[in-house]
């Protein structure tokens, strides 16, 4: 059970690739924060896994969610 503005939980899928037509290769990784209570979620594409980069989403994300809550749960980052 989960309250509203209690929890946020963040991932990061790592070692992403694509590769383009002509070839080229793309590695990046996705930064997932979700609130469980209402299933919002905010996403985005890195290019490291940095603690700035992580403070820079985290951020974002807070923006995006209008707030902080009062637990975030990381899943498995060094960077934390």
């Known amino acids: 059970e ?8 963040v991932d990061w899928k790592e070692e992403m690739a694509l590769v383009s037509s002509e070839g ?10 979700v609130l469980p ?3 919002l979620k905010y996403m985005t594409l890195t290019f490291d896994r940095s ?3 992580l403070f ?4 974002d ?4 969610t209008g ?7 990381f899943d498995n980052m060094k960077t934390v």
């Open 24 to 33: 080229e290769l793309f590695k990046f990784n996705i930064f997932l924060y």
């Open 67 to 73: 707030g902080i809550p009062t637990e975030i749960w």
């Open 51 to 53: 603690q700035d980069t």
């Open 37 to 39: 209570y209402s299933k």
């Open 2 to 9: 989960h309250s509203p503005g209690l929890s946020a939980q």
């Open 56 to 59: 820079s989403c985290l951020h």
């Open 61 to 64: 994300a807070f923006l995006h």
